[in-house]
């Protein structure tokens, strides 16, 4: 089953946003559909059969968060995949959508390849023709913890002083780090040592370690371990 085949309901209220997702979804090749409310959508979903879902959270009425709840407590329509779109960046609306089911999650404005890439981590292998760029052959296992091969010598990665950003490491903090990964679907060898920065800032110098925090963490490895997240050099 090739793109054609694939049906996506477009969910947004603001008209310049469906458009903007519509063009992105012919470009490749996609069916869609487009609902302008929470309400809409849910109509839409009842009555015919939609591969996958992009659901904006800030609307009237019924918001995406509603709309993905009432989706995923539906026994015939908990399993199709909802990713989430929206302007707000906070950690707590990430993890929510996460807890309440939500397959992926997009910050505006982003790149159409994210958009792409996060379309192909949640529609199935055998009906998605969008390319995904391969996992290594090799990644550990997952027991107890995750375990990667280690590097040779020579390609081990010094954690700098400054992020890229120039923000100190010793400030980085578990929640900005958790969302850049599952922002950008992917975790590199100084992501992961970002993520591991983050986590001794956490417990070493600020000696607090919160429940929310351990859910984060966990399904950063979760994802890691569906292959939402993927690994990259």
């Not at 302008?36 to 009555?47: D, F, I, P, T």
């Not at 659901?55 to 989430?84: C, F, H, W």
Request: glycine letters at 4%; charged letters at 25%.
């Amino acid at each position: 089953m090739g793109n054609r085949d694939i049906n996506v309901l477009i969910v947004d209220d603001n008209e310049m946003n469906r458009e903007t997702l519509a063009r992105r979804l012919k470009n490749e090749g996609f069916n869609f559909s487009m609902a302008v409310n929470g309400r809409e959508a849910l109509e839409m979903a009842k009555s015919r059969r939609y591969d996958l879902i992009l659901l904006d959270i800030m609307m009237p009425e019924i918001d995406g968060y509603t709309v993905l709840s009432r989706l995923k407590s539906n026994e015939a329509m908990s399993g199709i995949p909802v990713i989430m779109i929206s302007a707000i960046e906070e950690m707590e609306s990430v993890m929510k959508c996460m807890e309440l089911g939500a397959d992926d999650y997009l910050t505006k404005p982003f790149e159409p390849v994210l958009l792409k890439a996060a379309i192909a981590r949640c529609i199935p292998k055998d009906t998605n023709s969008v390319p995904e760029t391969p996992l290594p052959s090799r990644v550990g296992t997952f027991k107890t913890t995750l375990q990667l091969d280690s590097p040779p010598p020579s390609d081990r990665f010094e954690l700098p002083e400054e992020t890229t950003k120039g923000r100190p490491t010793d400030q980085l903090t578990v929640e900005e780090v958790v969302f850049r990964i599952l922002n950008s679907g992917k975790i590199s060898r100084k992501g992961y040592l970002y993520l591991s920065k983050a986590l001794y800032n956490s417990i070493f110098s600020n000696r607090t370690f919160s429940e929310q925090q351990n859910s984060q963490i966990s399904h950063v490895f979760d994802c890691i371990a569906k292959g939402r997240i993927q690994i990259v050099d």
